[in-house]
């Protein structure tokens, strides 16, 4: 595609459910990041991978997220236990290498956790 | 470490007059310094940024911004405003040393501009 593009776009689950948020990059970026932005504020990084191995994952609130990118192309964000806390809407950039300049962002999934 | 502030979370500006958003940051490296908008429903897009040589650079649709290390700014302006400009507009941060990815994000400041 032409650009990042994140599925699905709007996510409602009950408390204590389990949740898987895709992202598919554009092709042949390398890096991918994950970042979640609540209301009001602005995107809180999470996750940063360089192929298919975390680079960085200091910004995963605890143990209950978790993120893989097992083919270096597409990633899922995995949520487990969802807490209402963790509503917000969870953002995709890829870029073509690993310095960041160029971070292109999808659309955001809209979590909702009632 | 890195940080933002983006001073005024809205903005009203009339059709036509100079756009001023204001943005602060710290950091223990030289920065590399971003600005993004956010229209409603839309991802971020990258309206320009800051990495090194000319302080002052221009992005998209009339935008520009000038980096300030004496002042630790880095202000997003554009001459005249249009009614597309209505926006939430992010400024953002990174450390340049090799290795650190990661972006870190003001509050935001939503754009108004008044016909």
């Known amino acids: 595609g032409a650009g990042v593009s994140q599925t699905p776009s709007n996510k409602v689950t009950e408390k204590g459910k389990y949740v898987e948020l895709r992202c598919d990059p554009i092709?042949?970026?390398?890096?991918l990041y994950w970042y979640r932005q609540s209301l009001g504020q602005g995107p809180e990084f999470l996750i940063y991978?360089?192929?298919?191995?975390?680079?960085?994952d200091s910004g995963l609130p605890n143990d209950r997220f978790f993120a893989v990118r097992p083919e270096g192309s597409v990633s899922t964000l995995k949520i487990q236990r969802t807490e209402r806390g963790d509503s917000a809407v969870y953002l995709c950039?890829?870029?073509?290498?690993?310095?960041?300049?160029?971070?292109?962002f999808g659309q955001g999934t809209r979590l909702t956790v009632v | 470490a890195q940080s933002v502030t983006q001073l005024g979370s809205h903005v009203s500006v009339s059709e036509g007059a100079l756009v001023l958003l204001r943005c602060n940051y710290s950091s223990s490296v030289p920065p590399y310094l971003f600005w993004y908008v956010q229209y409603p429903n839309q991802g971020l897009q990258l309206l320009l940024k800051y990495t090194t040589g000319a302080t002052l650079v221009k992005g998209i649709n009339g935008f520009e911004a000038e980096f300030k290390k004496s002042e630790t700014s880095f202000h997003l302006t554009k001459p005249s405003a249009h009614m597309s400009d209505a926006a939430e507009y992010f400024c953002a941060v990174r450390l340049s040393n090799f290795g650190n990815e990661k972006l870190t994000f003001g509050t935001g400041t939503r754009l108004t501009i008044i016909p």
């Open positions: 950039a890829s870029s073509p290498k690993g310095d960041n300049t160029e971070a292109f």
């Open positions: 991978f360089q192929g298919t191995g975390a680079a960085d």
């Open positions: 092709s042949g970026h390398t890096a």
